[in-house]
């Protein structure tokens, strides 16, 4: 069972390692790419804002590349430099998506608030469900091992896993939100438009392989729970 758990982490990091590079190949390229519009990240996001009739979030250059994100707390969308003071396709694809999580916030989407409410147990479990399991496997050989401890880190791994599939949602919403509006705002036209929905379709998928490999991790640790129950 161990060796499973090696395996499907190999598995998953060589995959999310691909997807990663194939995200940075497609920025990278569709940097390249003008928009019609000649609109910057920062004014792009600004008027998706307005058009929406939110005031009350403010604009942000962070430093890093693809550090771009929404902050509730703080009601700030933080573009990188590339996305803020860029007038491509990359740029305004990005900067609307995270725009989109503004306008999510701004109506109350439901799987949005569900996140939110998910973050501070998920920091928790996140912290500390693999030291754990670990634990849990390892005492298993140890005077008779500790079963108890195993079930608690794997119910502790599974609200992170729940945690990655309900971004799912949360991030193909502000997408689709951020291409309807990019095409209804003339920002991006025809193969404009449709090299942005390729740059933001390779950026969901970082999500859900992570949630895959969070699922696949949690199917190993229930099996080794199971196998050590039979014995």
Known sequence: MTFGIIAVSLVFMVLGMAVQYRLKSKFKAYSQVPTSSGLSGKEIAEKMLRDNGIYDVQVVSVQGFLSDHYDPTKKTVNLSPDVYQGRTVAAAAVAAHECGHAVQHATAYSMLMLR????????????????????????????????????????????????????????????????????????????????????????????????????????????????????
């Open 116 to 231: 939110s409410r998910l973050v501070p147990v998920t920091q928790i479990s996140t912290s500390l469900s693999q030291w754990v399991i670990i634990a849990g496997i390892g005492m298993y050989g140890f005077g008779g091992g500790n079963q108890t401890l195993l079930l608690v880190g794997i119910v502790l791994f599974a609200v992170s896993t729940l945690f990655s599939l309900v971004t799912l949602p949360v991030e193909f919403d502000a997408s689709a939100r951020a291409l309807k509006w990019l095409d209804t705002a003339n920002i991006t036209r025809t193969t404009e438009h449709e090299k942005a929905k390729d740059a933001l379709k390779w950026a969901a998928s970082t999500y859900v392989v992570a949630a895959l490999a969070s699922i696949a991790m949690l199917v190993q640790y229930i099996l080794i729970y199971q196998s050590r129950s039979r014995d």
